[in-house]
């Protein structure tokens, strides 16, 4: 912004040689200058033409100079219009009159060329500087709506988060985030992994020692037990006190989920390992065991407003609950199925027929000895 700013400037006068002088003097300046030899088509040329300043003449035929002003300042989007009244009147009671319709300054005829340009460098100056601050304030108005969206976005993105890492690794929620949409967590049907595990004796540790203690092994299970679920990309269907269910190659895809969820369940059994022997050290005596099964389920959210899980259903989810059960502390129990899909030098042991609750047939099931590292797998 600089004091010699060109404006658009309208001079209105009855008279041609009034309106030719304020326009030569004007225009030398560099600024843009329309004319009108009329009250009603100066209030044409005001509403039709961005201007930043008026330049106007008070004894004129028809409308006078006080009643172009008054209907001037009558539309809001001119409040801030500078006008001049240019009037060989110089009486005060005019002067009061040209202030009580909305006029800014007065210049008296003959017009001094001087003062002339003096008053409209400092009027459009500070018509400048209130279309800086309008359209600062428009900037501002726009700042804050686009930031007051963007917070409710980002307190939406990070609740829905929160839901999400409840059943979901770190990595896959935050992938639902990212993409912003999770029709892959509707209902749907998939060959997954499920791996069902829980504590051995956990009913009757919690029967025979303090609450607070009880919650104390709990919590450091499931906070263990979750950082290796975590670590492999499984993810969590649902806790249930000692229990837990996970299950690979849904929603995020797993190149080979039986090998996948075989592997997290001796890591999680080897840690069982070492947390037990802390526990026993406090006489503590808490088993474990892991029930794993293979085949198609149907998955996707259920629940309600507030309180949504994401689940998977079907009887190779119910098989792997029911190995679980039968399950002896330390043991891995899985089905052929899955013995068939993972390599060939897989420790394992057949254990004897049984019949499980809820199946018709009896299944063999074979507890997982030990199982090669990645780089240790035949080709």
Same mark, same amino acid.
């Given at each position: ?11 209105v006068d ?8 304020l326009e ?9 200058v329309?004319t009108?030899s ?6 044409a040329?005001?509403?039709s033409?961005s201007l930043?300043?008026?330049l106007?003449?008070?004894i004129?035929?028809g ?7 008054k209907?001037?300042r009558?539309?809001? +989007? *001119?409040?801030?219009?500078?006008i @001049?009244l240019?009037?060989?009147?110089d009486?005060? #009671?005019d002067?009061v009159?040209g202030i /009580?319709a909305?006029?800014d ?5 003959p017009?001094?060329?001087h ?10 100056? +500070? *018509?400048?500087?209130f279309?800086? @601050?309008?359209?600062q304030a428009?900037e501002l108005k #726009?700042?804050?709506?686009n930031?007051? /969206? ?5 307190v939406?993105?990070?609740?829905r ?14 992938l639902v985030v990212s993409s ?7 209902s749907h049907r998939r060959?997954i992994?499920t ?5 051995r004796?956990?009913?009757?540790f ?5 609450p607070?203690?009880?919650m104390?092994v ?6 263990e037990m ?5 670590q ?7 806790r249930a006190?000692d229990?837990i269910?996970?299950?690979?190659n849904d929603?995020?895809?797993c190149d ?8 997290l ?6 840690r ?6 802390q526990?026993?050290k406090?006489?503590f005596e808490?088993?474990?065991?892991i029930?794993?099964?293979?085949g ?7 629940g309600?407003e507030?309180?949504?899980?994401y689940t998977?259903?079907g009887s190779s989810?119910n098989l ?10 330390g043991?891995v129990?899985?089905t ?14 057949a ?5 499980l609750?809820?199946?018709?047939i ?14 240790e797998r035949q080709?």
């Open positions: 912004m600089t004091n010699d700013r060109k404006g658009r400037i309208l001079v009855d008279l041609p040689q009034n309106v030719r002088l030569d003097i004007l225009t030398a300046k560099g600024h843009q329309f009108a009329s009250g009603e088509e100066a209030m040329l005001v509403s033409t930043d300043l008026v106007l003449d008070v004129m035929p409308m006078s100079g006080f009643e172009v002003c209907n001037i009558a539309d809001a +989007i *001119h409040t801030m219009l500078p @001049v240019v009037t060989a009147l009486s005060t #009671d002067r009159k /009580e909305g006029a300054d007065f210049l008296t005829k017009v001094d060329m003062e002339l340009l003096a008053r409209v460098r400092s009027l459009l100056r +500070i *018509h400048e500087l279309e800086t @601050v309008n359209s428009a #726009d700042l804050n709506q930031l007051e /969206e963007r917070v409710h976005r980002q939406e993105e990070l609740e988060l929160g839901r999400l890492r409840r059943f979901l690794s770190p990595q896959v929620a935050d912003g949409g999770d029709k892959f967590l509707h060959k992994a791996l069902f595990c829980d504590l004796g956990f009913t009757r919690s029967e025979e020692v303090e607070e203690e009880a104390e709990l919590q450091q299970y499931h906070e979750g950082k290796l679920i975590y492999m990309g499984g993810t969590i269907d649902h006190g229990g269910m996970v299950i690979f929603p995020m895809p080979d989920p039986a090998y996948t969820a075989v592997t369940a001796i890591t999680m059994r080897n069982m390992d070492e947390l037990s022997g526990w026993q406090l006489g808490l088993g474990f065991g029930g794993l099964t293979v198609y389920a149907t998955l996707g959210m259920v309600y507030g309180r949504f899980d998977a259903n989810v792997a609950s029911r190995l679980c059960d039968e399950a002896e502390n043991q129990l899985v052929e199925k899955v013995l068939a899909l993972i390599e060939n030098d897989i420790k394992s042991e254990l004897d027929p049984r019949l609750k809820g199946l018709s009896p299944i063999v099931p074979h507890n997982i000895i030990s199982i090669p590292v990645e780089g080709s």
